[in-house]
C-alpha cells in the first residue's frame, strides 16, 4: 500500500489558482494516482486521474513528475462551490489498498 | 438512472438493536464496497463485494455483516449496534476492479447509536 500524505487544510480566494500537493513516495509501478472530492453531506466524486505526466478535463489538471513519488491537483480560479475535501488516493486496488486518508480541506472565500 | 441509492438516509438506534442499510445501484456494476466515515479518519473501507453472491472483509470489518444477493444490491448488517458504529456510512459500486476504475458513491447514511 502506497502511503499517501497531503497538507490537511488549505485556503484560497475566488478566482485563484489553487494546487494541492499529495506525497506519496513508496508508489508502486502499476500504482494509479487518483483524486476524489467531496462536499460536506454528500459522498465524494471522481474528479481525475493519472499514471505519469499531465493530465486535463474539465475540472482539473493533475501534474505527475517523473519519479512518481508526489502529484499535484490544479483547480484553475476556484469558485465557492470548491469548498470541499479532496482526497489523493494511490494504487491499482486490491481492494483493501483503496484508502481515502483524510484528505485535504479546501475552503474558498469570497 | 438514479446512480447508487442508499436506504435509510438517517436512522437513530439504541445500544444492542440491529439494522439493515440497503445499497442500491443501476449501472450494473460488478463491485460494490461499503465504507464509513467518522469526523477526522477519512474513510474506511468496512466490507466489499466483486459479485453477486460474494463478498469480503475491508480494513473495519468488525461488527458488521454484509450480502450480495442480488447484483444490483449490497447490504449492510449491524447485528447489535454499539456507540462505536455511530457513523456516516456511505456505499460505492465500480464498473471493474482496481484504483483505476472510478468508484459511484451514494449520498450516505447517517446513523447514530444512543
Known amino acids: 500500500l502506497a502511503k499517501t500524505t497531503q497538507p490537511i487544510s488549505m485556503d484560497s480566494y475566488e478566482g485563484q489558482e489553487v494546487n494541492i500537493t499529495c506525497s506519496h513516495n513508496?508508489?508502486?509501478?502499476?500504482?494509479?494516482i487518483t483524486w476524489y472530492q467531496q462536499f460536506p453531506s454528500q459522498g465524494p466524486r471522481f474528479i481525475i486521474q493519472?499514471?505519469?505526466t499531465k493530465v486535463t478535463n474539465e475540472v482539473a489538471s493533475l501534474f505527475i513528475p517523473a519519479d512518481r513519488k508526489s502529484s499535484t491537483l490544479s483547480l484553475p480560479r476556484v469558485s465557492l462551490s470548491d469548498t470541499a475535501v479532496y482526497y489523493c488516493?494511490?494504487?491499482?486496488?486490491?481492494?483493501?489498498?483503496?484508502?481515502f486518508g483524510k484528505g485535504t480541506m479546501l475552503l474558498v472565500s469570497p | 438512472n438514479a446512480g447508487v441509492t442508499q436506504t435509510p438516509k438517517f436512522r437513530v438506534l439504541k445500544t444492542g438493536q440491529s439494522m439493515t442499510l440497503l445499497c442500491a445501484q443501476d449501472?450494473?456494476?460488478?463491485?460494490m464496497y461499503w465504507y464509513r466515515q467518522d469526523p477526522g479518519m477519512g474513510l474506511r473501507l468496512i466490507h466489499y463485494?466483486?459479485?453477486?453472491?460474494?463478498?469480503a472483509k475491508g480494513e473495519v470489518p468488525d461488527g458488521y455483516n454484509v450480502s450480495r444477493l442480488k447484483k444490483q444490491n449490497f447490504l449492510l448488517g449491524l447485528e447489535s449496534a454499539a456507540p462505536s458504529q455511530t457513523s456516516v456510512y456511505f456505499c460505492?459500486?465500480?464498473?471493474?476492479?482496481?484504483?483505476?476504475?472510478?468508484?459511484?458513491f451514494g449520498p450516505g447514511t447517517r446513523l447514530t447509536v444512543l
Open positions: 513508496n508508489i508502486a509501478t502499476n500504482d494509479y
Open positions: 463485494s466483486v459479485g453477486e453472491g460474494t463478498t
Open positions: 449501472m450494473n456494476h460488478e463491485y
Open positions: 493519472g499514471y505519469k
Open positions: 460505492a459500486s465500480s464498473l471493474l476492479a482496481g484504483n483505476y476504475n472510478e468508484q459511484f
Open positions: 488516493l494511490v494504487g491499482d486496488g486490491g481492494y483493501s489498498t483503496l484508502t
